[in-house]
């Protein structure tokens, strides 16, 4: 009996195995087509669009979408339904941000493979042994084949990470950015700078000498409550020309400020700047987000300004080469950046939403447990969700639930920290009537009457994609999904024979507008130098 009534809902295991609908939410889910769902779905979008506008409706990834996926979503709100209400769930893009800011363009400018080169590693704010075991105990590895390196840690808690390292530094809460600033305070003042690399390959370092030189170093110890022995201790390490990797997060694990990870990532940038420990093998710098998107909004397009390509709603060129590329109108792309996922979730607790679409697996469950959140999609006229999961807290506040296949069931392309580029191929079949999420848009798409969605497989959706990378700077034009069948690679890869970009910058010139690194601002909390 509770195997039949199972059967009948599309539970087996946990698993969604069939689509199942409602026309109002104090009515059960029932069991119907994917015709008579993906219709369903695609008369609410628009009809939402034709009596409340085109903004009315929007898109959230919950997480671990893969490229292909988020792709197709991003063209057809953006592109076709006129909406640039797309966002990931949770995802702040801290590092795409500081390399950005540093470096004129997202992704590190090293590779895991630095590792193994690098003579000191240094790790700031970031437990890597509980965040990233797998990449921790590669560092490991390496520091006992290699005696003469140094793992140094910085931390205000005395973490698995710290206890493996050569130099333990316990800074108070929050002040991980100063002690950085001492031990660059202090190189400074001995000359220990790379003068060539900073006269060349860099800007803003005069501001930076200058800021620096200006704080009061008494101060600084006074709260970061670090003994001058221990900033002596990495000055020694680092100071010496050695080859210096650097780790650090994105995100703020402990409440203390939401800038704190910023303070950081912009302290150990301009660290790395002023050595010239960049481009380098065994030198330069990995920010690391708690929960790692397996794509870059930019690239694929995710996010309220981005465009796939790294391009942005805002270029009215960019816009017509994509509306031309894609046989929209012109026009067809707004030219506002359309609401973060907070922002729409708050448009949708005042009852401006009527349309919210939800796909992928949540990688933060805290999150979406939320009572905010919730009622924000109690809120919303019509919800959709797309899933693997029938337990999913979501499921009760959607109108539409639609299977998902989930990792080794299907095809899929993602990208990892060091820009690496990795192919899944499907080695399970998935259960029921569960499809791919790209796949699910791309019906949808074609429901709606629009062409341009008629993908055989997800090696057509990736090379459409990558086809519109082509002369950017996230250039992985040359990753056709036959390459990457054959084995990982990195990008930027701008042609068929080219081998992947594993590190970046190695000659020198950056992807800003000047061509140079950029050393960024620092905060002033260690005060002016005593006179």
């Known amino acids: 009996r509770v195997t039949q009534l199972a059967e009948k809902a599309g539970r087996v295991m946990g698993r969604l195995r069939l689509p199942l609908m409602r026309r109002h ?51 057809l709100f953006k592109g076709f339904l006129g909406s640039n209400n797309t966002d990931v769930i949770g995802d702040e893009g ?50 006992l084949a290699s005696p003469h390196c140094r793992l140094v840690v910085i931390d205000s808690k005395r973490t698995k990470t710290a206890v493996r390292a050569d130099a333990y530094v316990p800074a108070a ?15 400074l003042a001995q000359g220990r700078f790379d003068a060539r690399f900073v006269r060349r390959q860099s800007e803003g370092f005069t501001d930076y000498r200058v800021q620096l030189e200006s704080m009061d170093e008494s101060v600084m110890l006074g709260r970061c409550g670090v003994h001058p022995g221990r900033i002596d201790e990495i000055v020694e390490f680092v100071g010496d020309g ?14 203390v400020s939401e800038s704190l990870p910023q303070e950081v990532g912009a302290a150990l940038v301009n660290l790395q700047l002023q050595l010239g420990q960049i481009g380098h093998g065994g030198c330069g710098l990995f920010v690391l987000d708690e929960n790692e998107l397996p794509f870059d909004p930019a690239t ?44 729409m979730l708050a448009a949708a607790g005042q009852r401006e939403l009527s349309v919210l679409w939800l796909a992928g697996e949540a990688a933060d469950d805290d999150l979406v447990n939320e009572p905010s959140f919730l009622e924000a999609l109690d809120a919303v006229d019509f919800v959709v969700l797309q899933t693997s999961d029938v337990n999913s807290p979501l499921a009760q506040h959607a109108d539409v639930l639609l299977p ?23 080695l399970l079949d998935p259960p029921g009537e569960a499809k791919p999420d790209w796949w699910i848009a791309a019906r949808t798409a ?20 990558v086809g519109l990378t082509a002369d ?60």
């Open 25 to 75: 939410r104090r009515d059960e889910m029932r069991r119907v087509s994917w015709d008579q769902a993906l219709t369903h779905v695609a008369d609410e979008i628009q009809k939402a669009q034709i009596t409340r506008g085109r903004r009315s409706v929007g898109w959230l990834d919950l997480g671990r979408l893969d490229m292909e996926s988020a792709y197709v979503f991003s063209k």
């Open 173 to 187: 809460p929050g002040e991980t950015a100063t002690v950085l600033q001492l031990v660059a305070k202090r190189l």
């Open 472 to 531: 950017t700077v996230c250039d992985y034009s040359g990753l056709h999904s036959d390459r990457l069948d054959d084995e990982p690679m990195h990008w930027p890869c701008p042609h068929r024979h080219h081998p992947g970009l594993a590190r970046r910058y190695a000659s020198g010139r950056f992807l800003t507008p000047t061509g140079r690194a950029r050393f960024l601002p620092m905060s002033t909390g260690a005060g002016p130098a005593a006179s």
């Open 446 to 465: 074609q429901f709606m009457g629009f062409d341009g969605f008629h993908y055989g497989q997800a090696g057509d959706v990736w090379n459409e994609l």
């Open 300 to 343: 694929v397009g995710v996010g309220a300004e981005h465009l796939p390509g790294h391009r942005g709603v805002r270029s009215a060129s960019q816009r017509l080469w994509l509306e031309q590329t894609w046989g929209v109108l012109e026009g067809s792309i707004p030219s506002e950046p359309g609401l973060s996922a907070e922002q």
């Open 242 to 255: 050695s080859r210096l990797l650097s780790f650090t997060r994105g995100t703020d694990r402990s409440g």
């Open 94 to 143: 801290a590092a795409a941000q500081l390399y950005t800011k540093a470096f004129g363009a997202d992704g590190s400018p090293a590779c895991f493979d630095d590792i193994e080169h690098a003579q000191v590693i240094l790790l700031a704010d970031i437990d890597l042994a509980s965040t990233h075991p797998v990449l921790f105990e590669r560092i490991i590895e390496h520091r």
């Open 404 to 426: 998902t296949a989930r990792w080794l069931e299907t095809d899929g392309t993602t990208v990892n920290a060091e820009r690496r580029v990795l192919r899944s191929h499907r």
